[in-house]
């Protein structure tokens, strides 16, 4: 298949099934306009068909098809990334799929996740909050190298967010918590002192997210990354 922007929404249309629309809705709550049917193995795979291709990606964002903009987060190269982008895209967000699609697959491998993980944790839309907390938990995983206090930076965010009752944004914050917590052993121990702090506030919300995240962190079959490697995982 040739990569261009015809080509690309052919094929989309060729997947299209209305039944998958309303499957997702009812299983999953993902509501969103302009929507096809097709779930993501199946974007994966043309995803990987084509490969990274930034303009393209652009151009499919534009064409206000549901799948064509999640197909852009898969086919983005985040080093193409810019702040007027980011911003762009986040707006439009409707539901968690998108959301963490774009967050965990562009967002988070970008020199731009932690300064927009950082400005959008106050925002006051559910899914532009939502990012910024699915950013953080990618960022985690994305950045294998980067030092404690990268993540230990973004505590006091998560501690700020606990309060939100919204589903999407508090499980996004639980979410966060749990990914720094699995970092490394060090880390492990900071992230369950913070849900102890975050479990002390009378939230309802607060004390979901601390008694999850504690349910895992403390396990002692609690996978633990061991990142960064070269300190925790030494070369003998």
């Not at 299983?27 to 779930?39: C, E, P, R, S, T």
């Not at 068909?49 to 064509?68: D, M, Q, R, W």
């Not at 699995?182 to 309802?204: G, T, Y």
């Amino acid at each position: 298949m040739k990569p261009t922007v015809a080509a690309v929404i052919k094929e989309l249309r060729a997947l299209a099934n209305p039944e998958k629309v309303d499957f997702k809705q009812k299983k999953f709550g993902v509501i969103a306009q302009n929507a096809l049917g097709i779930y993501q193995k199946d974007l994966k795979e043309l995803a990987k068909e084509i490969g990274k291709n930034s303009a393209l990606a652009k151009a499919l964002f534009e064409t206000n098809i549901y799948e064509a903009r999640l197909l852009c987060s898969k086919l983005f190269n985040p080093k193409d990334l810019t702040e007027d982008l980011m911003e762009k895209w986040v707006v439009t967000f409707e539901n968690w799929e998108i959301c963490d699609s774009f967050s965990m697959g562009v967002f988070a491998r970008s020199p731009l996740a932690i300064p927009k993980a950082i400005e959008w944790s106050t925002r006051t839309e559910e899914f532009e909050k939502r990012a910024s907390f699915a950013t953080i938990a990618g960022y985690c995983m994305a950045d294998k190298k980067a030092a404690n206090s990268t993540f230990e930076q973004f505590f006091p965010l998560l501690y700020q967010a606990a309060d939100d009752q919204r589903i999407y944004v508090k499980k996004a914050v639980n979410w966060a918590l749990r990914s720094i917590g699995k970092r490394n052993v060090d880390l492990n121990k900071r992230a369950i002192e913070e849900a102890q702090k975050i479990k002390q506030l009378e939230f309802k919300s607060a004390q979901w997210i601390a008694k999850d995240a504690l349910k895992e962190l403390e396990k002692e079959t609690v996978n633990i990354l061991d990142y960064p490697r070269s300190i925790y995982r030494p070369k003998k």
